[in-house]
């Protein structure tokens, strides 16, 4: 069956190469309606390297951050298991924050991994997924649920 | 012109009634996909309290929680300004925190107003909007963008 | 228990009223990043009028629309059976369209009731649910799932 | 700077190709809560194809559709001409349909390419994005705005 294969080429190593390619999936930025670019490069534990950008809609809501399309990228072919993830924006007075919804995206994937918040000029605050989203609420905890009743089913 | 006006009768002053509120709400919950009930109620700065309950879609992701519906509502009757806002669920062994898409809703309309995060007993952790999403992206923030240049226009 | 009730005062009868309540329900429009005002007026089977309006969000895709945030009020309030939905914006050379987000989260609740897309001097295209949403997914067909294997769960 | 380039080796030409791709590509699904696997492929104007898949999330309304996923990676390579976009699921008493978000995510890019519907034996309906999403709004309405007053702005 046809398989589509990613081929990184000349990766370069380290938390300034994962930057880098932050800065550069923001390029792809499809943002008509905020105009507000921004980046992601997710690292898996593997090593590879899966990058995204905003992808906005018409209907603002249904627009997508580049940090879960950069996430969704590397599950949709197999990769589930990240070290950390680079994000990039054009704001040079600040450095760049995930929003809620993608903490707790990158959270469904574990606590305990990295996040790298950059300016353009490349420089970075290192931070975790856990402390960007602290008495988060992740895939272990529906387990756990104790329903008491349910009577408005359909 | 018609309108919809919500009269608040008895409402109980405090925290416990408005976690009470919150599980009152609850009840109302449509989650025939998770099974998994929560209840919301959202008080303003001038008192008055506006209620939500998770509504699900058999699409999972259009969906909308219990707290988002509850800050909608309040907003959908000219009301911005939040005090705090009490989350219920039937968990309990966990006091029920909100997601991050939830807190960054929240953080919309400031980051230093009250989250009271509770079990079915109506005991509750008293944390705030800002400790919830610590480092956070809002409004003033997309004032300060610096777009550099947005090739890839539509 | 603490409760909030809705008192509808003055509800015109009528496609009209209905309209005239959405065109209302504009004015409350959070939308500081698109500037694109929406308001929706749900109407339930046993003739009780919801309404919403969008609320935007720093993070765009985590906004909400007008329609979904009337339907939700009315479901937070223990109403699932609608009868029909009006939406106004401030578009007067075309009739306010609901998204597709929207369209899927009013077939939650059928496919076969009706939705009015207006103007703001009140006219409007009178259509349904079915049609905005053709061979459409919903609740029921979830019950058809043949899952053959799911090797790949957490 | 570092890039990430896909390889597409071995893609069928055809409608044919295109499907079985969006059923391999289901077998990446993250679907923990709904156990409802879907698959997606979409095929731009030059010939390549981008895959995707479900991948959910504890908080249920922050997952996202494979055919979302699909667009969203091409969009992030650079890719924002589609062809015809392919879908995979388990159902073998239905063909799969698209929920109304993605539709007008597809919508964001045109109106007018295909839309395949598949079951698991790979036979198929086809459509179009406009026949999904008759009398939609999309990139174009928001340029007609007339906004009257905005007076509640932040
Ligand atoms: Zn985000
Ligand atoms: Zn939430
Ligand atoms: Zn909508
Ligand atoms: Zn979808």
Redesign the interface.
């Known amino acids: 069956?046809?398989?589509?294969?990613?081929?990184?080429?000349?990766?370069?190593e380290g938390v300034t190469?994962l930057i880098?390619?932050s800065?550069?999936?923001k390029?792809?930025?499809?943002?008509?309606?905020?105009?507000?670019?921004v980046g992601a490069a997710v690292l898996t534990r593997d090593g590879k390297?899966?990058?995204?950008?905003n992808?906005?809609?018409?209907?603002?809501?249904?627009?997508?951050?580049?940090e879960?399309?950069?996430?969704?990228?590397a599950?949709?072919?197999?990769y589930?298991d990240f070290k950390a993830i680079a994000i990039a924006?054009?704001?040079?007075?600040?450095f760049?924050?995930?929003?809620?919804?993608?903490?707790?995206?990158m959270?469904?994937f574990g606590a305990r991994w990295d996040v790298y918040?950059s300016k353009?000029d490349g420089s970075y605050v290192e931070?975790t997924v856990d402390?960007?989203?602290?008495?988060?609420?992740?895939?272990e905890?529906?387990q756990?649920?104790?329903?008491?009743r349910?009577?408005?089913?359909?």
């Not at 390029?27 to 670019?37: D, I, Q, T, V």
């Not at 924006?89 to 600040?94: E, G, H, I």
């Not at 760049?96 to 995206?105: E, N, Y």
Request: proline share 6%.
């Open positions: 069956a046809a398989k589509s294969h990613i081929q990184l080429h000349g990766m370069q190469g880098r390619t800065l550069d999936a390029e792809f930025a499809y943002c008509p309606y905020s105009k507000f670019r390297v899966f990058t995204g950008c992808v906005e809609n018409a209907c603002h809501n249904l627009g997508i951050c580049a879960r399309i950069a996430i969704s990228k599950v949709s072919e197999g589930r924006s054009d704001l040079s007075d600040q760049i924050s995930p929003c809620g919804g993608c903490r707790q995206f959270r469904e918040m353009p931070t402390a960007l989203l602290p008495q988060s609420f992740g895939p905890d529906l756990m649920k104790k329903v008491q349910i009577p408005n089913e359909f």
